[in-house]
């Protein structure tokens, strides 16, 4: 009777493919993770950056119902936020139109926004934000 002889070399050819195939699933894998945390890193800066044009949107209305004006200005904001700015400038006023510059930095990344009232004294009403 023969005996047939063990296939000792498919068995480590097949385990080395698989290896490989393994290593080639996990580099793809940490690459996607990479890229969904940058991903996630760029969304959590724009977020901020759009509260703080946001905050500025705030104080330029309450500077206009309480003066009837815009301050040209740097907001304070909390020591958390120190890598952060938000700046108020008054462009332009035309007749009963006034629009505003806001400006927000969010550490390296930076925004800005021209807001557009109408109204007289203390009674403005927004009427158009857009990014700039």
Do not use: N
């Not at 108020?88 to 926004?113: F, M, W, Y």
């Not at 557009?116 to 700039?132: F, N, V």
């Amino acid at each position: 009777m023969r005996t047939r002889p063990a296939r000792r070399g498919v068995a480590l050819i097949l385990a080395l493919i698989m290896l490989g195939i393994s290593g080639a699933v996990m580099t793809v894998t940490l690459a996607l993770l990479r890229t969904d945390a940058a991903r996630l890193a760029d969304e959590v800066s724009q977020l901020q950056l759009r509260q703080l044009l946001l905050a500025g949107q705030d104080v330029a209305a309450a500077d206009l119902a309480s003066a009837g004006k815009i301050m040209d200005r740097s907001l304070p904001l909390p020591p958390e936020f120190s890598d952060d700015a938000v700046k108020i400038h008054s462009l332009a006023a035309e007749g009963d139109t006034l629009r505003v510059l806001i400006e927000a930095q969010a550490g390296s990344r930076r925004a800005a926004q021209t807001v557009t009232y109408q109204g007289h004294d203390r009674q403005w009403k927004l009427i158009d934000a857009a990014m700039e």
